[in-house]
């Protein structure tokens, strides 16, 4: 698309999709600034204690929710507004407190240090968006509507949760644990890349399913790798 075809786009009102990129990002033990200390903070906030993150609430007063994780000393609480500078040392940004300009500002601050920052007044005034997100255990499974619902992707994401049963959280530890194991046990590449594929062909989720699963041993596992590491 050219520009004069995004020109006439532009003036009939119709706006292109933006495409976000989806990626899995290690939080744990690192700075991550939230301003604000109301409801929109308290949802961020959980899923970033959950990731290990070391997180910071800056905000003259917090929601009950965000107050009993400080008291319990999950996060640190800055008791005052946000000033320039507060952004330092992060590696993630979020600006939701209940004013839009001091969103603005701490939007700006992010942008400014080359710092990712969500932006919870208006999504378009930051570099990313939080989706639904679904977990199993080892597995996670995020869902976004590019910003078109939010309630849209909860709804897509308790769907999903219907598809993808408790049963894959101990399926995905079983697979962990044999994968760990091939590693360990087989050095030869090709002998490992073999059992690798034959791991996945074993029937353990429709045994989970059926409550017949029974946890290998550590000899078991041995056993099995001895048997299936040759053609």
């Known amino acids: ?15 292109r999709m933006k495409k976000y990129l989806p990626i899995m990002l290690d939080v744990e033990g690192r700075r991550v600034v939230i301003v604000g200390g109301g409801a929109v903070a308290a949802r961020k906030a959980g899923p970033l204690l959950e990731a290990g993150a070391e997180l910071v609430v800056i905000s003259p007063s917090l929601s009950g929710t965000l107050a009993a994780m400080a008291d319990e000393g999950r996060l640190q609480w800055i008791s005052r507004p946000y ?9 993630l940004v979020y600006a939701a407190s209940d004013n839009r300009a001091v969103n603005e500002a701490v939007a700006a601050e992010a942008r400014q240090l080359g710092l990712p920052v969500n932006v919870g007044s208006h999504a378009e005034a930051g570099t990313f968006i939080t989706p639904g997100v679904l977990r199993r255990g080892r597995l996670t499974v995020a869902v976004s509507t ?17 598809l993808l049963g408790e049963e894959y959280e101990p399926y995905l530890d079983f697979l962990h644990e044999l994968r760990t194991a091939i590693k360990q046990l ?4 090709e002998n490992r890349s073999r059992l ?20 290998w041993t550590a000899e078991e596992i041995e056993a099995w790798v001895a048997r299936n590491r040759e053609e």
């Open 1 to 15: 698309m050219d520009e004069s075809e995004l020109e006439v786009l532009g003036r009939a009102g119709v706006s």
């Open 83 to 91: 000033a320039p500078g507060d952004l330092q040392g992060a590696v």
């Open 146 to 162: 590019s910003g078109a619902g939010p309630s849209a992707a909860a709804d897509i994401t308790q769907q999903i949760a219907g």
């Open 186 to 189: 087989e050095p030869a590449a």
């Open 196 to 215: 690798l594929r034959r791991l996945g062909k074993l029937d353990v989720l429709n045994e989970l399913r059926q409550g017949t699963f029974i946890p």
